[in-house]
């Protein structure tokens, strides 16, 4: 958990931990509890340890198929056909974690690309 300190001179960083930031079932609108971290009094460090939070992770398959086929003697061709994150499970990015911006704490607004097809050729000579 991070913060903008708004004090010249003040060091900015991590969050004071209030109290407990784990959420029973987190969800993309809500990761985690951003009322458990609060902005340190000036002049002072957070206590909010590294990686004290999680975010959800990924879990992808991919999967690719190919044929080759032989036209003449040393002419090859190749059909390939390559499928990224083949059951288009949703990977979801970090939530927020600037507790300058309490609008967006422990949101999630980012996820990686959906299934991904692709086909192609390749001559071999």
Same mark, same amino acid.
């Given at each position: 958990?991070?913060?903008?300190?708004?004090?010249?001179?003040?060091?900015?960083?991590?969050?004071?931990?209030?109290?407990?930031?784990?959420?029973?079932?987190?969800?993309?609108?809500?990761?985690?509890?951003?009322?458990?971290?609060?902005?340190?009094?000036?002049?002072?460090?957070?206590?909010?340890?590294?990686?004290?939070?999680?975010? +959800?992770?990924? *879990?992808?398959?991919?999967? =690719?198929?190919?044929?080759?086929?032989?036209?003449?003697?040393? @002419? !090859? %061709?190749? /059909?390939?056909?390559?499928?990224?994150?083949?059951?288009?499970?949703?990977?979801?990015?970090?939530?927020?974690?600037?507790?300058?911006? +309490?609008?967006? *704490?422990?949101?999630?607004? =980012?996820?990686?690309?959906?299934?991904?097809?692709?086909?192609? @050729? !390749? %001559?071999? /000579?």
């Amino acid at each position: 958990m991070t913060f903008n300190s708004t004090i010249q001179g003040s060091p900015a960083g991590r969050a004071q931990l209030v109290g407990d930031p784990h959420l029973s079932n987190p969800t993309i609108d809500g990761w985690f509890n951003p009322a458990a971290f609060a902005v340190p009094a000036p002049f002072t460090f957070g206590n909010s340890g590294k990686n004290i939070l999680t975010g +959800p992770g990924a *879990v992808t398959f991919d999967f =690719s198929v190919y044929k080759n086929i032989n036209v003449l003697e040393k @002419l !090859r %061709l190749q /059909f390939r056909s390559e499928f990224f994150n083949l059951f288009n499970k949703p990977n979801f990015g970090n939530p927020a974690s600037n507790i300058s911006v +309490p609008s967006q *704490v422990g949101l999630i607004r =980012s996820a990686a690309p959906a299934r991904v097809i692709q086909f192609g @050729l !390749r %001559l071999t /000579f």
